[in-house]
């Protein structure tokens, strides 16, 4: 009986001590997307500009940015800033999801409760991401609208963003614009 047992022990555990000897799965590697948006990491400072009212002088405000690298895959950006005279907080995600082959990230800051969900696009010849999603506008009075995100990395020390609603005539409309200066 002891024989048997000691048998039936030692097949159960074949498989896992085989299982053992393989390679673990290599893990996947960040692709030539990701390597783009390292350029987006470090410290900024940025002057903000926001369109509250159609017709109306934007109100402006000034902005700093802490971004790093998560991985090698996603940039991870925490900001602060001055708007309307409130105090806001940010966090931005973006990554590349191969698979899908799209940009893909989040934002969400102190002033709404929405997590924005982006997927977007790249346009290397002019080092521009657009990002976009969709989700309630402030304006009119939580109406969900399309939202499109532009990041135009213009040197290494350079980069500016832009936020657009789209109208119901299908038309883009800027609501919002910054220019970021990497600190040194």
């Not at 590349?96 to 990230?105: C, I, L, Q, S, W």
């Amino acid at each position: 009986m002891k024989l048997t047992t000691l048998i039936a022990s030692a097949l159960l555990l074949l498989p896992i001590s085989v299982r053992a000897q393989e390679a673990p799965p290599e893990m996947p590697k960040p692709v030539k997307q990701h390597e783009w948006l390292a350029q987006l990491a470090g410290e900024w400072e940025s002057s903000m500009k926001c369109v509250i009212e159609p017709g109306k002088p934007p109100m402006e405000g000034k902005s700093t940015e802490k971004a790093r690298l998560l991985g090698g895959f996603w940039i991870v950006s925490e900001g602060q800033g001055e708007m309307m005279g409130s105090i806001f907080s940010s966090v931005l995600t973006i990554g590349y999801d191969p698979a899908k082959e799209k940009f893909v990230g989040t934002w969400v800051d102190s002033m709404t409760s929405t997590m924005w969900q982006y997927t977007g696009t790249l346009d290397e010849a002019t080092n521009t991401l657009t990002l976009e999603s969709r989700g309630p506008c402030p304006m009119q009075g939580g109406k969900i609208c399309n939202f499109k995100e532009v990041i135009v990395v213009k040197d290494k020390d350079t980069k500016t963003f832009t936020s657009h609603i789209q109208g119901e005539d299908g038309e883009w409309t800027e609501i919002m614009s910054a220019s970021s200066k990497r600190k040194k």
